[in-house]
């Protein structure tokens, strides 16, 4: 496998299976279902959003618009999905579902990254900034947003729990939890500083994973 290329395996490593081979990037996978993932590809040229069944290893272009996009999470029903989207301009978040989207954010001084889901699939958690990111959540419906972070100068790689908490990492590479309804006055210490990213939660809900 090459740097960008798709893999699956299981959670301890073992049976590493190599998805794409075709010398192009694939990023941001995100699992639509027990056998389909979404992920960002330039595999055609332009940097696209893909659908891939793991099965047949067979894909497809399910989304294309002008610009690249930046981010993208499955909402836990598998029909909708959050991207992160610039063809009108500014980096904004969007709502796709099948040949329609929606656009949730209008911020033209500002960027949208790194959406995940609610539970109930009602809001979107992601960030929002340049020099200072803070973690935001908007409701899909009214599309009115408020911030859930403010008490350092980044606020990153959020994950929504299927408990209704927030994983984030913070200023130093510190992982923290927090709930979401009272942003992050609630937060509890899961690592001490030391160069985290991207946390996830484990499908069980007690646990987490994350790069260091």
Known sequence: ?????????YPYGLDIRQLTNDGKMSIFP????AN????????SGATQIWEMDVTTERAK????????????????DGTKCAAILSFQGNPELYVLQGDSYSRLTTTPYEVEGQPTWSPDGKKIAFVRGDKSQQIWVVDVA????????SRSRQN????????GRIVYVTNGGQIKVMNPAEGDSSAQ???????WQHP???RDGRHIVANS
């Open 142 to 149: 009214t599309k009115q947003t408020r911030r859930l972070t």
């Open 189 to 195: 210490n899961v690592t001490e500083d030391g160069g």
């Open 61 to 76: 272009r399910k989304w294309s618009f002008k610009g690249t996009p930046t981010g993208i999470a499955v909402s836990p």
């Open 36 to 43: 389909t993932v979404y992920f960002i590809s330039d595999r």
């Open 1 to 9: 496998a090459v740097p960008g290329d798709l893999c699956t395996c």
């Open 156 to 163: 990153i790689d959020p994950d929504w729990g299927k408990d």
């Open 200 to 202: 996830s939660w484990a």
């Open 30 to 33: 995100r699992w639509k279902d």
